[in-house]
């Protein structure tokens, strides 16, 4: 049931709305960012042209004959002294804008005297936003469509000169098409008379449906007949990839077409389409748009060039999600037992969300069924009342750009019906202390039908430090949707200290804005990743995904486990003690699959860090890459699951053939370093939803070995003899050569060098690949003739790392690189 809690209110919610006051709930979504013109005094001469203004609107707006009606009916002539009770007389000096584009309009606009004109406002900095759309002169109306549509302006409404405009604001207005609905019918045959007949005869052609949640629009294969249109709800696209049941996933929200390509090049479907909840759309049958292409040309021509705008492609990545800021239109937010302060935490998500500038704060919606209540009355109790509860979250979802509803921990809640019917994404909050097991709202959930994409949002509100803890391989165990691409765990704290920044990276991560940082591998080089960490907290520059390589692998896990510098750098100086080369010379073992056998280098992994943890404990998203010998040597990400975190590192560390392969979990495939498939693996960071991706690559490119005298066969023993006692070879030593064996400055080469050089060779086309994506930023680690093996190089290797890393940053401060994230205020305007 939903409850009857009064709503609190606050003195926020009583501020000066101008002409946008109303006692609706909605009244928050409807202020303007622009100044409304000042009134001019009400003398005479303005009451002259407020009633002449009056006419003309009334006139206009009632009678279907348009102007010079007259009519003695009582009825009307209260109506015509209503108007102009509540006409406001504005005056607009030159270049004064009465309505911007992208802003609901402020009610019924009537050009009086002087000119306005209608400029482009989609467009900004170019031409073609200079020049004039068209121009209005007086008698000219603006708004009058928005009583039919509720619509946003499409221009920017400017005086060209000093002008005088008449206006009825919009909640007048709504009183006034309640009392007279015969207004919009009027509206509506004169706005079908403005028409041009090519929208007629679309509007005609298309064919209008309405989809069930979960419902299937088209499979795979079928015959493309139709170029299918959202007018409401979410569609989802979903391709398999490959044979591995990869798959690829696209959503579609109002506004936007699919199935556009197919059509056109007759090839049957290649993906399905569900609708993600209950939705309206308009499909145009193929018969239909040859006629219209016979009727106009030119519209095959503008719908080609809206499928040459090239999408954003993340190199056929799996589980892609799009990045689009506003794709979200409604998110509903469950609480899972009694305990959780559902309320509490959906605040804090909008706040978040305003802070970063994903959504202005005038186009957030927060609705809470108390609060239902109190704009709809005691009606939502009664059978209509369901119909008067879908109109009204309706009306928020049209008037919004984002709207957060609070669900309740209730089975039958009618309200909760609503919520799951109408969200594009559905956030489920748990105290992370509280039982694992399924409750009966997700169950309720799962019968609904909706493809929603999910969140778990498990809840702190302890008020110690923050320590992770193995608590979520319960909640995937009994929940295979979570192993879905398009659905995660999320970990968040309520304590003062925490609650602003986790709620940011919640936020981040379901917009799509999530920034990463990805670390390569490079053995003891990685240690310069400790700096790169140092250099991103002290700039201020916060990410919420984290992947990695060998060694990137180990130092992103570790950071990722309890998020503090000073613990990963402690951490990892331990391990740089331990894992010196000769301390190896104790696991040795004859070499017919590795050199040593891995006892000693599992041990000291796992020992540095939780050996409870999985993967998605953690707060950040973590993955790492290995290479799975199984499978041919292709790359395999190990991504945020219910697996160990230090076995997903070890596997993701084990180069052959100094160290044994790795199976997770004790059996399966083979897997061994991923250096050899993906020594940066940036591109599951974006398939992760990642907005930005910074790169750091530490891998020795100094160059090829230098010329050798080799003979017919190459003895070991007198490799190692010139490399331990340079002054036995018959050559010079090349001093300016980056490539020591062991340690020294000569020219004889090891197997670990080749290995590196190799390493790196087969990576260079993922190296080009990554600086070609836009969506990636990479940076490559100066560390000068730092080895593989120079553990004991620790402290050098992380202050290279820093100030490399620093000044980096700083360069992508100053260049605007990173003005478009969405990053706290203060970061992304700050000049260095």
Request: glycine content about 8%; hydrophobic content about 40%.
């Amino acid at each position: 049931m939903i409850t009857t809690e009064k709503p609190q209110v606050t003195s926020n919610d009583d501020g000066n709305l101008g002409v946008f006051k109303s006692q609706s709930i909605l009244s928050k979504t409807e202020r303007k960012r622009q100044s409304i013109p000042q009134f001019k005094e009400r003398t005479p001469d303005t009451r002259r042209i407020r009633v002449h203004a009056a006419k003309w609107i009334i006139n206009m707006l009632m009678h279907p004959k348009g102007l010079n009606v007259r009519s003695s009916d009582p009825i009307d002539q209260a109506i015509m002294d209503d108007v102009e009770a509540n006409m406001e007389i504005l005056s607009l000096s030159q270049g004064e804008y009465v309505a911007h584009h992208g802003e609901r309009y402020p009610g019924v606009l009537l050009v009086i005297d002087g000119s306005l004109e209608a400029r482009n406002g989609d467009t900004k900095n170019t031409p073609s936003a200079k020049v004039p759309m068209s121009k209005l002169s007086p008698g000219d109306m603006i708004g009058h469509s928005s009583l039919i549509q509720n619509n946003k302006s499409q221009f920017d409404f400017r005086a060209v000169t000093k002008s005088t405009v008449g206006l009825l604001p919009r909640t007048f207005l709504r009183r006034l098409t309640e009392l007279c609905p015969q207004m919009l019918v009027v509206l509506a045959a004169k706005m079908h008379n403005l028409l041009p007949p090519l929208i007629s005869l679309i509007d005609f052609a298309l064919d209008w449906s309405t989809i069930k949640a979960g419902g299937e629009i088209y499979k795979k294969g079928d015959i493309s007949d139709c170029i299918s249109y959202v007018v409401k709800g979410r569609i989802r696209i979903s391709e398999d990839s490959s044979a591995a049941g990869d798959m690829h996933i696209k959503e579609y929200g109002p506004g936007n077409a699919f199935g556009v390509l197919e059509f056109h090049t007759n090839h049957p479907r290649p993906s399905t389409a569900h609708a993600i909840r209950k939705s309206e759309i308009a499909q145009l049958q193929k018969s239909a748009y040859q006629k219209l292409i016979n009727y106009a040309p030119n519209l095959g021509t503008k719908l080609w060039g809206s499928i040459a705008q090239p999408p954003r492609t993340d190199q056929a990545q799996p589980n892609t999600m799009p990045s689009d800021p506003n794709r979200l239109r409604t998110i509903a937010v469950f609480p899972l037992s009694v305990e959780v302060p559902a309320a509490k935490c959906a605040a804090l998500l909008s706040s978040a969300l305003v802070a970063l500038g994903i959504y202005d704060k005038e186009s957030v919606s927060f609705v809470e069924s108390h609060s239902v209540i109190s704009a709809i009355g005691d009606s939502v109790f009664t059978d209509a009342g369901n119909k008067y509860l879908e109109d009204y979250v309706a009306h928020v979802e049209q008037n919004s750009n984002l709207s957060i509803l609070v669900g309740e921990n209730s089975v039958d809640s009618t309200w909760n019906d609503i919520c799951i019917s109408t969200a594009d994404l559905i956030i489920l909050m748990a105290m992370d202390d509280a039982d694992p097991r399924i409750t009966r709202v997700e169950l309720k959930l799962e019968r609904h039908g909706t493809l929603a994409q999910k969140v778990l949002v498990l809840v702190d509100d302890g008020e110690d430090e923050f320590c992770p803890r193995a608590i979520t391989r319960p909640y995937i165990q009994d929940r295979p949707w979570l192993a879905a691409p398009t659905s995660h765990i999320e970990r968040v704290r309520l304590t003062n200290a925490d609650s602003s920044r986790d709620f940011e990276r919640l936020a981040r991560r379901i917009t799509g804005r999530s920034i990463a940082v990805v670390f390569g591998g490079g053995g003891a080089r990685g240690f310069a990743h400790l700096g790169t960490l140092q250099a991103l907290e002290e700039e201020g520059i916060p990410f919420d995904i984290v992947g990695g390589t060998s060694m990137g692998a180990f130092i992103g896990a570790l950071y990722s486990s309890h998020m503090s510098i000073d613990r990963t750098v402690e951490a990892a100086r331990a391990f740089s003690k331990v894992s010196r080369w000769y301390r190896y010379l104790l696991d040795f073992t004859i070499p017919v699959l590795a050199w040593t056998s891995g006892t000693m280098f599992t041990s000291h992994v796992s020992s540095a860090m939780d050996q409870d943890l999985d993967s998605s404990d953690l707060k950040l998203a973590f993955y790492c890459n290995a290479t799975n010998m199984s499978q041919g040597g292709r790359g395999q990400t190990m991504y945020p699951q219910a697996r160990s975190l230090w076995q997903m590192v070890r596997a993701s560390m084990s180069i052959p053939p100094i160290f044994p392969p790795f199976a997770v979990e004790g059996e399966g495939d083979i897997l061994v370093d991923g250096c050899f498939s993906a020594n940066v693996p940036v591109f599951p960071a974006l398939s992760l939803g990642a907005e930005i991706v910074l790169a750091f690559d530490v891998s020795n490119t100094a160059g090829a070995p230098p010329p050798q005298t080799l003979g017919q066969s190459v003895s070991g023993w007198w490799n190692f003899a010139q490399m331990m006692l340079p002054c036995t070879s018959s050559r010079k030593p090349h001093r300016d050569s980056p490539h020591g064996a062991v340690g020294s400055d000569g020219d004889v080469w090891g197997s670990l060098q080749l290995l590196e050089l190799i390493t790196f060779s087969t990576n260079t086309n993922e190296i080009k690949a990554i600086q070609d994506t836009p969506e990636c930023l990479y940076m490559l680690h100066d560390l000068g003739k730092t080895g593989t093996f120079d553990m004991e190089k620790f402290d050098d290797i992380r202050e290279m790392g820093y100030e490399g890393a620093k000044r980096w940053l700083r360069d992508l401060k100053r260049s605007g690189k990173l003005d478009h994230l969405a990053l706290p205020r203060g970061i992304k305007t700050e000049r260095v």
